[in-house]
């Protein structure tokens, strides 16, 4: 069965510092992974996704992740924090195909970005 | 990306009674993905919808508690019958992209938050 691991439940960074959040997956084959953020009464909206290639993906907001196979892992970072970034973030993990491609999600972590 | 709306937005409703909420895409798509999201909770998938066929409920769901309709290709409903306060969540819809860079990848509705007293 597929799992997600994220085990920051929360963070507090001072705006401008650097961020990395922590994710860790299980997945029998080659998995699908994202990062997606809520803001607070928001929906989701997706930061950045790795299906293959490059594994320093870049996404929106200048925030990027390293997939690591061979950890299991695919953290997001961002080298300078915002006020603005203070929200819930989610990684989530699922397959390429049909059934396989719904979501597993971690159980979020939430930034609070001090000033 | 796929544009998403749901109905309601929100809703307040009376336990016993049930709710009925909409998700319209703006585009032709083949699986869309019915969640929760529980008070301070993550996402958990309620439910598979597929265009034609009877929805893949998950574990811990099923159909007399949230039936699911999928008339076509852009639209499918869910419904949370008797409600009780333990119902109270956000309920999302979400569509699997079909084409370009976008396949693959999961686009969400902007939520339906439910609270029921």
């Known amino acids: 069965a597929q799992s997600v691991t994220q085990p920051d439940i929360h963070i507090t960074v001072s705006e401008g510092a650097s961020l990395e959040l922590r994710c860790n997956y299980s997945y029998g084959a080659t998995p699908y992974l994202f990062w997606y953020v809520q803001s607070p009464g928001q929906g989701l909206q997706l930061l950045l996704k790795?299906?293959?290639?490059?594994?320093l993906v870049q996404g929106i907001k200048g925030f990027e992740a390293e997939f690591k196979r061979s950890q299991s892992s695919f953290n997001l970072r961002k080298p300078s924090v915002h006020w603005s970034d203070a929200a819930e973030y989610f990684c989530a993990v699922g397959g390429s195909t049909g059934t396989a491609s719904k979501l597993t999600f971690g159980t979020g972590t939430r930034l609070q970005v001090t000033l | 990306s796929a544009v998403i709306s749901q109905k309601p937005s929100r809703d307040i409703c009376q336990r016993g009674t049930s709710l009925t909420i909409q998700c319209q895409v703006d585009s032709q798509v083949t699986m869309m993905f019915w969640y929760r999201q529980q008070p301070g909770q993550s996402l958990t998938l309620i439910a598979t919808a597929n265009q034609g066929s009877e929805a893949t409920y998950e574990s811990g769901f099923v159909i007399d508690k949230f039936p699911i309709s999928r008339p076509n290709l852009t639209f499918s409903t869910l419904t949370v019958s008797n409600m009780s306060p333990e119902d109270s969540s956000i309920y999302l819809c979400s569509v699997r992209g079909t084409s370009g860079g976008n396949v693959g990848t999961q686009y969400f509705g902007p939520g339906t938050r439910l609270l029921v007293l």
């Open positions: 790795y299906f293959s290639g490059d594994t």
